[in-house]
Nanobody
Framework: QEKLVESGGGLVQPGGSLRLSCTAS????????IVWFRQVPGQGREGVSCLSTRDGRTFYGDSVKGRFTISRDDAKDNTKTTVYLQMNALKPEDTAVYYC????????????????????WGQGTQVTVSS
């Protein structure tokens, strides 16, 4: 079964850090780019950051630029790729459910920040920033 598996959410104080992880199961990411979205109740999913698995290019939304970093790590045998979202200097307004997503093809990254283009979704992980 093809799916994305996330981990790493939790409760953190303002100014703190968290790292989210996303791993593909049942398929490889060679033909997909990875996008992190987030969603708060009553609103649509907001694109946060994306990474091209072809050449490593990255893109960030304005609300997280300079605080979040997206990266990848490939297993030594190339059987698995994990994509991370390192979140620093967290603010209460970063509180949301964060979703990892895979979109087919490699093209202009800003256009990937569209939930309608997603082929696979992770299950979501809650991030709460509160004192």
């Amino acid at each position: 079964q093809e799916k994305l598996v996330e981990s790493g959410g939790g409760l953190v104080q303002p100014g703190g850090s968290l790292r989210l992880s996303c791993t593909a199961s049942g398929f490889t990411l060679v033909n997909y780019d990875i996008v992190w979205f987030r969603q708060v109740p009553g609103q649509g999913r907001e694109g946060v950051s994306c990474l091209s698995t072809r050449d490593g290019r990255t893109f960030y939304g304005d609300s997280v630029k300079g605080r979040f970093t997206i990266s990848r790590d490939d297993a030594k045998d190339n059987t698995k790729t994990t994509v991370y979202l390192q979140m620093n200097a967290l603010k209460p307004e970063d509180t949301a459910v964060y979703y990892c997503a895979a979109t087919r093809g490699h093209y202009f990254l800003p256009s990937k920040m569209d939930a309608n283009l997603v082929d696979y979704w992770g299950q979501g992980t809650q991030v709460t920033v509160s004192s």
